[in-house]
């Protein structure tokens, strides 16, 4: 009996030392699922300061990381309290000679860009998230280096709320969406 | 007497059991996590050190040579041996995760101790190579770091560096709408003082996970068993 008991005990230890592993590997940890992390916790991104609306459409927190060369990504969050759905279907922008939605989407190991083809749909009570490694408008062809402290302004045309334009400050490019993008605990 | 095995049995299936829920909360917030898989050595590592990067089974640092943005020619292997080195393989007109990465881990590394930022080497290869010309590289990472090793090749010369790096090699697709697309590893690799890969980072990983991972490492290196 003496034995059975030691045994069970080990096991007993070996199991909550295992689980109290594996529960540090998952509450401490917002890089380990990678590219579904990303999407998922890109669900949880802060919507920041509503700064303009349009019909029953809100769009949250817009603002530009400073770019390194002459190519920017927009990124922004459009509320939709209405109860039909609505599509971001065109952007365009004075600083850049041309604007688009793209997606960043991940293949395996591979990362790549993709158009969004038909617009962006926002649906009912829900949200469009464009945040860093998902959904981005790129700004090409900028007309001037964006810089800290400078403001983009740009036109959202939406296929049924109509069009509306927004101001994004350009930020430096290491806080805003980086910080809503995981909710993990801060060290 | 007869009894007594029983019940520490059972305790131990309840506990069990309780494990599993934790685990099976737990995996709805990391869905990519495969769970109830056992931890492998480097996952152990990981959860231990807190770190933000994956584990894999160790690679060995590379062996390539591509040419600085300078002109120089850059053996990586020989140039990084020994030192905690962080490799990107991307282009410079990348408009989203690229200059995100770069960043956090320019800005981490400006506020790290001089033995952490001295003790890590930052390379990104452009791998667009008729648009990432030397000078555009520099351009590109003297807006994050004056100080990151920026390189070049023929596409040739690049394949063959992404291939040994086990990096997937970039795709370049001129069709694309509105421009062209390049489609390049999503990682960042990181390789420690003992030469080998044991961790690479996802994109998301924030200025304060690169803060932490990067002195860990600098000042302890990759726990050997």
């Known amino acids: 009996v003496a034995d059975e008991v030691r045994s069970t005990t080990h096991a007993l230890l070996v199991i909550s030392v295992l689980g109290a592993l594996l529960l540090a590997a998952c509450g401490g940890d917002d890089a380990g699922g990678a590219a579904t992390d990303v999407a998922m916790a890109m669900g949880t991104a802060e919507r920041g300061t509503p700064t303009a609306e349009v019909g029953h459409l809100t769009i949250y927190g817009p603002y530009v990381p400073a770019p390194p060369t002459d190519i920017a990504a927009l990124y922004f969050i459009v509320v939709n309290e209405g ?11 004075g600083v850049a000679g041309m604007a688009m939605l793209h997606q960043t989407v991940v293949d395996g190991d591979s990362s790549r860009m993709s158009p969004v083809e038909g617009g962006l749909e926002i649906p009912p009570g829900g949200e469009a998230v464009l945040a860093p ?51 993990d605990d801060d060290e | 007497v007869h009894s007594l095995p029983v019940r520490p049995h059972s305790f131990g299936i ?43 089974g160790p690679l060995e640092r590379p062996d390539f040579v591509l040419t600085t943005a300078e002109g120089a020619a850059y053996d990586f292997r020989a140039e990084t041996a020994g030192g905690v080195t962080l490799l990107y393989f991307g282009y410079t007109n990348c408009p989203d995760v690229c200059p995100v990465h770069f960043s956090n881990i320019a800005a ?79 990682w960042l690799f990181l390789y420690t003082q003992d030469d080998l890969m044991h961790l690479r980072y996802p994109m998301g990983v924030r200025q304060s996970g690169w803060a932490h991972d990067l002195d860990v490492l600098v000042r302890e290196g990759w726990p050997t068993k």
């Open chain 1, 83 to 93: 109860d039909q759905a609505d599509r971001l279907i065109k952007i365009s922008s």
């Open chain 1, 133 to 183: 490694g998902g959904y981005h408008v790129m700004l090409t062809n900028l007309a001037e280096p964006l810089e800290v402290g400078d403001v983009v302004h740009a036109t959202l045309e939406f296929e049924d709320a109509g069009t509306v334009r927004i101001e994004a400050p350009v930020t430096d490019g290491t806080g805003g969406a980086m910080e809503g993008m995981s909710d």
């Open chain 2, 14 to 56: 309840g506990l069990f059991a309780l494990v599993a829920l934790l685990l099976a909360a737990c995996g709805g917030e990391t869905a990519a996590e495969p769970t109830g898989a056992p931890l492998t050595e480097g996952e152990q590592v990981v959860a231990e050190l807190g770190l933000h990067g994956t584990a894999l």
């Open chain 2, 108 to 186: 981490a590394l400006a506020q790290a101790a001089s033995e952490v930022r001295r003790g890590v080497t930052v390379v990104f290869v452009g791998v667009d190579a008729p648009r990432d010309t030397p000078e555009r590289v520099r351009e590109w990472l003297d807006f994050f770091d004056a100080d990151f090793v920026g390189l070049t090749g023929t596409e040739a010369e690049l394949e063959a560096a992404q291939i040994a790096a086990g990096a997937p090699p970039a795709f370049i697709d001129e069709q694309f709408e509105g421009g062209y697309s390049v489609a390049h590893a999503g």
